[in-house]
Nanobody, 128 residues
Framework: QLQLVESGGGLVQPGGSLRLSCAAS????????IGWFRQAPGKEREGVSCISSSGGSTNYADSVKGRFTISRDNAKNTVYLQMNSLKPEDTAVYYCAADNSYGSRLYCSTRLREYRYWGQGTQVTVSS
């Protein structure tokens, strides 16, 4: 069973930056598409960004375009979410998810139902 671990969350002031990491143990992430999701209190979990297994395709929610950047380092078996210009509305628990059942290494999705493996989440709080 693929196990994912998120890290890098914390408390940051508005306008600040954080870099989240999604790592796996015992399995290589190289052939998995990865999605980042978030869930704020009282709200549904929503897709933030994704990256295909090849790294050749990425996608972002409109709310984070131009501020967040997803990337992957296969040598470190880790996927990152660089978050800049953070806003209070970015406050949420952030989750990474993985799946390798797609027919193309250029495909990724920000739809929850398309991922089988999930991490436990890391809290991001944007507040002054």
């Amino acid at each position: 069973q693929l196990q994912l671990v998120e890290s890098g969350g914390g408390l940051v002031q508005p306008g600040g930056s954080l870099r989240l990491s999604c790592a796996a143990s015992r399995f290589t992430l190289e052939y998995y598409a990865i999605g980042w999701f978030r869930q704020a209190p009282g709200k549904e979990r929503e897709g933030v960004s994704c990256i295909s297994s090849s790294g050749g395709s990425t996608n972002y929610a409109d709310s984070v375009k131009g501020r967040f950047t997803i990337s992957r380092d296969n040598a470190k078996n880790t996927v990152y979410l660089q978050m800049n210009s953070l806003k209070p509305e970015d406050t949420a628990v952030y989750y990474c998810a993985a799946d390798n059942s797609y027919g193309s290494r250029l495909y990724c999705s920000t739809r929850l139902r398309e991922y089988r493996y999930w991490g436990q989440g890391t809290q991001v709080t944007v507040s002054s």
